[in-house]
């Protein structure tokens, strides 16, 4: 069963607007990975972000993580065309199982 | 730097055939994965390997067998193949389990079965 769920599903924003997606999860976990898949492509990771940590940056990312909520939130600030993928979120329990959610595919409109 | 390489990328087989999908890392990674993904499903973990010499079932294992050749390789068998095997097949693999590692991706392979 899947452990993590993304909402929304899908994402349309114009080129320089920020995206926002969640990810909500259900059990305890060792830290929350979040990764990009371009069309036709393997996944990409992006920021990894530990159980004991809140808030983390990578370039125009930036990951929030309330695990008192069991729930973490990727944004992406000034959307670029080539920010256009489908973005997962995966929870890490630390035991071999990296457990992916369904995704949210982004567009950004130029 | 070659990263995690898959081959074939794409195939198609036609039921009760067989085939093996090949996997390599060249990051001197002790875990390697089998994933598939299916529209609306997300990836689910069929296989894995912590470290050469062991595999262990995970999430959706029935129907496929692996084998960890060596500390780079790893393959994913298909005995006999369904239809609802149909589906795109990744390898991740890692530096460790326990590690707060990422997984690093292969690009897949595309498999139809008919």
């Known amino acids: 069963s899947q452990q993590g769920e993304e909402d929304p599903q899908a994402l349309s924003i114009q080129e320089g607007e920020n995206a926002t997606m969640n990810c909500s999860y259900k059990t305890s976990i060792n830290n929350l990975q979040w990764y990009r898949q371009n069309s036709g492509r393997g996944l990409v990771h992006l920021i990894l972000?530990?159980?004991?940590?809140r808030e983390k940056h990578s370039g125009r990312l930036r990951v929030t993580l309330d695990t008192s909520k069991k729930s973490s939130s990727l944004l992406i600030t000034a959307s670029r065309a080539a920010d256009t993928a489908s973005y997962f979120c995966a929870t890490d329990k630390g035991a071999q199982k990296l457990v992916f959610g369904q995704g949210t595919r982004l567009t950004i409109n130029p | 730097n070659a990263g995690v390489t898959q081959t074939p990328k794409f195939q198609v087989l036609k039921t009760g055939q067989s085939m093996t999908l090949q996997c390599a890392q060249d990051?001197?990674?002790?875990?390697m994965y089998w994933y598939r993904q299916d529209p609306g499903m997300g990836l689910r973990l069929i296989y894995y390997?912590?470290?050469?010499?062991?595999?262990d079932k995970g999430e959706v294992p029935n129907g496929y067998n692996v084998s960890r050749l060596n500390k780079r390789e790893f393959s994913l068998r298909l005995e006999s193949a369904a239809p609802s095997q149909t589906s795109v097949y990744f390898c991740a693999s890692r530096f460790q389990d326990f590690s707060n590692q990422p997984q690093h991706f292969g690009d897949g392979t595309r498999l139809s079965i008919l």
């Open positions: 990051m001197n990674h002790n875990s």
């Open positions: 972000i530990r159980s004991n940590e």
């Open positions: 390997s912590a470290s050469e010499g062991t595999t």
